[in-house]
């Protein structure tokens, strides 16, 4: 049986690259985002190499959005063996212009939205005893430039939810695992109208140990990692994919 994998925000940046890869590897697609033109667009680049695919347009904060995603995601692809949660904001403001309607809103997407469709996708996985959750967080959960209170609070809930998750659903036979990305450039994977070429000065690739900025495919595979076999021991985890950034020391 064909294995059905989940992806919020899977219409742009590392969310498309997931669904790309996912649906060349034989999983069917479903994805959930509020950008109709860039949703619609990927799934048609699914449907084009083959791939079976749909896509709600939706809001993760809302959990009649969530609800009826996974509704109709069950009735058209099957159960849900793999999800995603990739959906989040970012909009970086000083802290003392940050109102708490935009902090609250922050954390409505990126961190209520991980335990809506956690929650409603152990449901699914509940009944067939396995599954897979993977938590898109950040590097940014873990260090800090100005500006990004929300976001660091929303990524740093991320993977306090998801230890807690793994410990929860592990009797039930569903692993859950954080990835957090390091500085992704997501310029090429946006929707067409919106994707801009990226242009890295050797200053931004000599940051890296590995001597590039990180594209979006390199947190796509590690997902697919993540969501397969090979890794049926790991859960709890937060993988930590940047170019080696956080752990090089810089002295300005």
């Not at 592990?170 to 450039?185: D, F, H, K």
């Not at 067409?192 to 390199?218: C, F, N, T, W, Y």
């Amino acid at each position: 049986m064909t294995k059905v994998a989940a992806i919020t925000g899977g219409a742009q940046g590392i969310g498309r690259a997931c669904a790309m890869l996912f649906s060349r590897k034989g999983y069917r697609v479903a994805i959930l985002d509020p950008h109709r033109e860039a949703g619609f667009e990927v799934i048609r680049a699914i449907r084009q190499q083959g791939g079976d695919a749909l896509y709600i347009a939706g809001d993760v904060a809302n959990e009649a959005d969530v609800e009826k995603w996974f509704q109709v995601t069950e009735s058209e692809l099957g159960p849900v063996e793999v999800l995603i949660n990739n959906a989040g904001i970012s909009p970086f403001k000083p802290m003392f212009e940050l109102t708490a309607a935009e902090f609250d809103r922050v954390l409505s997407v990126n961190l209520r939205g991980t335990f809506l469709c956690s929650k409603r996708a152990a449901i699914s996985m509940r009944r067939t005893g396995k599954g897979s959750i993977i938590n898109i967080a950040s590097t940014r959960a873990l260090m800090s430039e100005p500006d990004g209170e929300a976001y660091a609070a929303s990524k740093g809930g991320i993977l306090a939810l998801t230890h807690a998750m793994a410990v929860s659903l592990g009797p039930y036979g569903i692993r859950v695992n954080a990835i957090s990305p390091g500085w992704i450039e997501t310029g090429p994977w946006k929707y067409s109208k919106e994707a801009v070429m990226p242009v890295h000065s050797d200053a931004d690739r000599l940051q890296h140990p590995v001597g590039r900025v990180g594209i979006p495919e390199d947190i796509a595979e590690a997902s697919l990692f993540l969501a397969g076999e090979a890794s049926s021991f790991i859960t709890g985890q937060n993988l930590v994919i940047d170019g080696g950034m956080t752990i090089k020391m810089i002295y300005v």
